[in-house]
């Protein structure tokens, strides 16, 4: 007799290699991204009339912009890409951005892997099951920081750095190696999304309608859904979730190595990378225990525990970090708080990482379920929300000091949290589906026809 699966281990199966797969594509995605400033900083200061000082900030800037372009036209490929292309997709493209930091075609493939990631979700989900598998792949997809971290803290012990007593300097070689190891590590994500699992069982996508409309249609459906009060409200939480995650992989890993007190030692920012790993594969397990529980408060408590969180961070770096390593290199004599120590950088990517676990989690469920008819349309319009938003204040960062970024961050997270928790209490995240048809084993034989997830 064959091995069946259970629906509900079937989904958990699904859910877990897209997981991998996103671990491996995003693993060095993560590792440029903290490093970029950075480095870009190094070539500069070897070779000032080829590149800006703060190409680090622009060139993340431009990816930013790119995706934010870029969703607003990859949503409709749903209707003629399986979800599981459009990840392989995305993966082959992730791998060649670190040919040549290639942000635009970097921002194509961020769209194209955020489309396909809800498609995906919504074919191997039920509304009964959708918050918690959102907590696991959020949780293990978001753990590529920590492993990411763990390569970097290998590569720099074999390619080391050197600091000038202003800030942590990487020679060519260095650089070669770094993103010649990412390449390769992350080609793999290909195989994984091509090979994922297809088949459905009372999944979102199944219970809705598959028409697929005209060119002209898919336009007026995302006129429509920015016409959505819930739309509306979206605007604030996820301008926001810009703002934050641009200081989590852009700002605060740049003052490391602009700082000499942290810069001295090589290996803080991979400590930082594998903290905020830490936090995501942690938290999946914490909050996931916590939504199963939950009914009505299933995403309150997230989001009052990201509240939480970012205030914390808020305070430890303002206490922390000089007030200008966010712009340029400062002198060591500085005056902070709190000495900048190994065991504060990690606690502080520990919480970086938490935080970026829940608001993440957050938008995921929120997606399928605050316009439920224009799930594909609300992903992209979000993620154009998130990248303007990081664009511009990448643009800006140039002019921002540490005080000034906790302002931002601070009336961000206000104005944020209170439109999305509107958002939380007008969306019903009851499931109508009968908790024992979960149980019934799967049964290859009555396999529905994959369809795509858009209404």
Not at 158 to 179: E, L, N, W
Request: overall charge positive; hydrophobic content about 45%.
């Amino acid at each position: 007799m064959a091995f069946e699966l259970t629906p509900r281990r079937h989904e958990l199966l699904s859910v877990i290699l897209l997981s991998i797969g996103t671990i491996v594509m995003f693993l060095g995605y993560d590792v440029q991204a903290v490093l970029a400033e950075s480095v870009l900083h190094s070539v500069h200061s070897r070779y000032p009339e080829r590149i800006s000082v703060f190409a680090g900030y622009y060139g993340q800037a431009l990816h930013y912009l790119s995706f934010a372009i870029c969703s607003l036209f990859t949503a409709p490929l749903q209707y003629y890409l399986a979800s599981r292309w459009m990840l392989a997709l995305s993966g082959a493209l992730f791998t060649a951005y670190f040919l040549g930091y290639f942000h635009i075609m970097l921002g194509f493939a961020y769209s194209l892997y955020n489309n396909g990631e809800g498609a995906y979700m919504s074919e191997h989900s039920s509304r009964r099951t959708i918050d918690s598998n959102s907590a696991l792949e959020t949780g293990i997809g978001h753990s590529s920081l920590l492993f990411g971290g763990v390569i970097l803290f290998v590569i720099l012990h074999i390619v080391p750095t050197s600091s000038d007593g202003a800030f942590r300097s990487f020679s060519d070689h260095s650089i070669m190696v770094i993103y010649g190891s990412m390449l390769v590590l992350s080609s793999i994500s290909i195989l994984i999304f091509a090979f994922l699992p297809t088949k459905q069982f009372d999944s979102i996508a199944q219970h809705s309608n598959t028409e697929r409309p005209s060119i002209k249609e898919q336009f007026r459906r995302f006129c429509r859904v920015f016409k959505r009060l819930n739309t509306v409200l979206l605007f604030l939480p996820f301008a926001y979730m810009g703002l934050i995650v641009s200081f989590m992989y852009g700002i605060y890993p740049t003052s490391l190595s602009f700082n000499p007190l942290t810069a001295a030692d090589p290996y803080n920012i991979a400590y930082y990378t594998m903290s905020a790993g830490c936090a995501a594969f942690t938290g999946a397990i914490v909050f996931r225990r916590l939504i199963k529980r939950l009914e009505k408060y299933k995403l309150v408590v997230p989001l009052v525990a990201h509240f939480l969180i970012v205030i914390a961070i808020l305070a430890l770096c303002w206490m922390s970090v000089p007030n200008e390593a966010t712009i340029h290199p400062v002198k060591s004599g500085e005056f902070t708080l709190i000495k900048p120590s190994t065991t504060l950088i990690c606690v502080i990517g520990y919480l970086m990482g938490l935080a970026d676990f829940t608001i993440t989690m957050v938008r995921i469920t929120i997606c399928q379920t605050a316009v439920p008819k224009f799930r594909a349309e609300l992903f992209s319009v979000t993620r154009v929300y998130q990248c303007l938003s990081s664009c511009v204040i990448l643009f800006l960062s140039p002019y921002f000091t540490l005080l000034t970024w906790t302002y931002v961050l601070g009336v961000g997270l206000l104005l944020g949290m209170s439109s999305l928790l509107i958002v939380v209490h007008r969306t019903p995240m009851k499931d109508a589906v009968p908790k024992r048809l979960h149980e019934v084993p799967y049964n290859s034989n009555i396999e529905k026809p994959p369809f795509n997830p858009l209404p």
